[in-house]
């Protein structure tokens, strides 16, 4: 490969630190100052972060030094707000058009995944309408800025309000007083993920650079993690294992690789409710990536996760047990077309250990359908089965509807709480 390439501007190389690793990348100099641009704006803008950490791994390919689809063959990286056109050449990457603005990014009206302030008017919380660039990370409450991102949510005011209880029973006691919590003019961040985009790669993209964001200012950050946060969270952690910083894409230094934990130690994690991700896998992963994992608090009576099928699982299979062996049961089951199951071979009892064992939407959805159904046809002994009646309630909206939205401490908190 040339040592100089008339036209282009080396922007990084290929052996950084006398580590030989990946090629050299080269701008072309018409788009030099964009790129020079997008690197001053990387620690303020968290749309320019992601498009320089882009940049950063096409240093990554550490193959046959050919182009894999022919060489001068123009390739595309497209993400959120960016597009970068490059081509490899004789083992080199050279960037030929660079298109960095609004006009490139998602637009999903007023309730765009993005960062939001969410602030404290005397009376109740309230979150901004339009999407920032970056977080407030000097507006600390005790020491450290609050951060959350969200899981499934109605909206982003929604999540807004419900999440400061989140936060409250994560970091309240410890880090801060609750009642320090709700003062005039407090916020904190919100990172609003719309629904069905948790795994979308601008989604992932955009808090991997928030968090590198706060590592580089070495400022402290308390995460709130909800939801179906939880693996965009993790996607995050898995990207910054290979590129922790914004300005190498790997680190095999021992030191290097030290120095980047430190930064990142000043942030610290709670995952609340978590969906789609193993809290024993994202501990690792904070480990690993040098962030502080606080805890995690699991909903107990979500059957989506492990964790809510075993905690919920023995009561709802007595209720099921129970109430089959009423009069009519068979009857009410016949009518909805649940005894189709057990023409096939298979009893009630058999219907909830298939969904513990597959637990699809439509497998548990059958399970808690036969069990309600059954209780309809056993009412008699509702009173009796009070406390099993509100799991069943709770199961039921933790599971399909919005009870993984909020923190209770028991199923008669969060009916209340779903009533309000």
């Given at each position: 490969m040339?040592a100089?390439?008339?036209?282009?501007?080396?922007?990084?190389e290929?052996?950084?630190?006398?580590?030989k690793?990946?090629?050299?990348v080269?701008v072309n100099n018409?788009h030099?100052p964009?790129?020079?641009?997008?690197?001053q704006e990387?620690?303020?803008?968290?749309?320019?972060?992601?498009?320089l950490?882009?940049?950063?791994?096409?240093n990554?390919d550490?193959?046959?030094?050919?182009?894999?689809?022919g060489?001068?063959t123009?390739?595309?990286l497209?993400?959120?707000?960016?597009?970068i056109?490059y081509?490899?050449d004789?083992?080199d990457?050279?960037i030929?058009?660079?298109?960095?603005?609004?006009s490139?990014?998602?637009?999903?009206g007023?309730?765009?995944t993005?960062?939001?302030k969410?602030?404290?008017?005397?009376?109740?919380?309230?979150?901004?309408?339009?999407?920032?660039?970056?977080?407030?990370?000097?507006?600390?409450?005790n020491?450290?800025?609050?951060?959350?991102v969200?899981g499934?949510?109605?909206?982003?005011?929604?999540?807004g309000?419900?999440?400061v209880?989140h936060?409250?029973?994560?970091?309240?006691?410890t880090?801060?007083?609750?009642r320090d919590?709700?003062q005039?003019?407090?916020f904190?961040?919100?990172?609003w993920?719309?629904n069905?985009?948790?795994?979308a790669?601008?989604s992932?993209?955009?808090?991997?650079?928030?968090?590198q964001?706060?590592?580089?200012?070495?400022?402290?950050?308390n995460?709130?993690?909800?939801?179906?946060?939880?693996k965009?969270f993790?996607?995050?952690?898995?990207?910054?294992?290979?590129?922790?910083?914004?300005?190498?894409?790997?680190?095999?230094?021992?030191?290097i690789?030290?120095?980047l934990?430190?930064?990142?130690?000043?942030?610290k994690?709670?995952?609340?409710?978590p969906?789609?991700a193993s809290?024993d896998?994202?501990?690792?992963?904070c480990?690993v990536?040098?962030?502080?994992y606080v805890?995690?608090?699991?909903?107990?009576?979500?059957?989506k996760?492990a964790?809510?099928r075993e905690n919920?699982?023995?009561?709802?299979?007595r209720?099921g047990a129970?109430?089959?062996?009423?009069?009519?049961?068979?009857?009410?089951?016949k009518?909805?077309?649940?005894?189709?199951?057990?023409?096939?071979?298979s009893?009630?009892?058999n219907?909830?250990e298939?969904a513990m064992s597959n637990?699809?939407?439509?497998?548990?959805?059958?399970?808690?359908f036969?069990?309600?159904?059954a209780f309809?046809?056993?009412?008699?002994q509702?009173t009796?089965?009070?406390?099993?009646?509100?799991a069943?309630?709770?199961?039921?909206?933790?599971?399909f509807?919005?009870?993984n939205?909020?923190?209770?401490?028991s199923?008669e908190?969060?009916?209340?709480?779903?009533s309000?």
């Open positions: 040339p100089f390439r008339a036209g282009w501007t080396k922007i990084i290929m052996a950084p630190m006398g580590t690793q990946g090629r050299d080269y018409t030099y964009m790129y020079e641009k997008v690197k990387a620690q303020t803008n968290y749309y320019s972060a992601t498009l950490r882009a940049l950063i791994s096409l990554a550490t193959g046959s030094s050919q182009s894999a689809n060489a001068g123009i390739r595309y497209v993400r959120n707000g960016m597009a056109e081509y490899i004789n083992g990457v050279l030929h058009k660079l298109h960095f603005d609004n490139l990014q998602t637009d999903s007023s309730q765009g993005g960062v939001y969410v602030q404290y008017d005397g009376s109740t919380w309230g979150t901004g309408d339009s999407p920032g660039k970056q977080m407030n990370l000097k507006h600390k409450w020491g450290a800025h609050y951060a959350a969200s499934k949510f109605r909206s982003k005011d929604s999540a309000k419900l999440l209880r936060i409250e029973k994560s970091y309240g006691g880090e801060i007083l609750p919590i709700p005039m003019d407090n904190y961040s919100l990172y993920i719309n069905k985009e948790h795994s790669l601008p992932v993209d955009g808090l991997t650079s928030l968090i964001q706060a590592a580089s200012a070495k400022e402290s950050v995460w709130l993690v909800h939801g179906e946060g939880a965009t993790q996607r995050a952690l898995e990207i910054l294992q290979n590129t922790p910083s914004l300005s190498r894409f790997e680190a095999k230094d021992e030191e690789v030290r120095n934990r430190n930064k990142m130690s000043g942030q994690v709670f995952f609340s409710n969906v789609g809290p896998k994202l501990e690792k992963l480990n990536v040098g962030l502080t805890d995690s608090n699991t909903n107990p009576r979500n059957l996760t964790a809510g919920s699982w023995g009561e709802i299979k209720i129970a109430a089959f062996t009423t009069g009519g049961t068979a009857v009410a089951l009518e909805t077309g649940v005894i189709s199951i057990q023409k096939q071979g009893m009630l009892s219907v909830f298939a637990p699809t939407a439509a497998g548990v959805g059958t399970a808690i036969a069990t309600g159904v309809v046809v056993g009412k008699t509702a009796k089965w009070a406390s099993q009646v509100r069943v309630q709770a199961t039921a909206s933790s599971t509807g919005r009870g939205e909020y923190w209770y401490e199923d908190d969060l009916i209340e709480q779903l309000a």
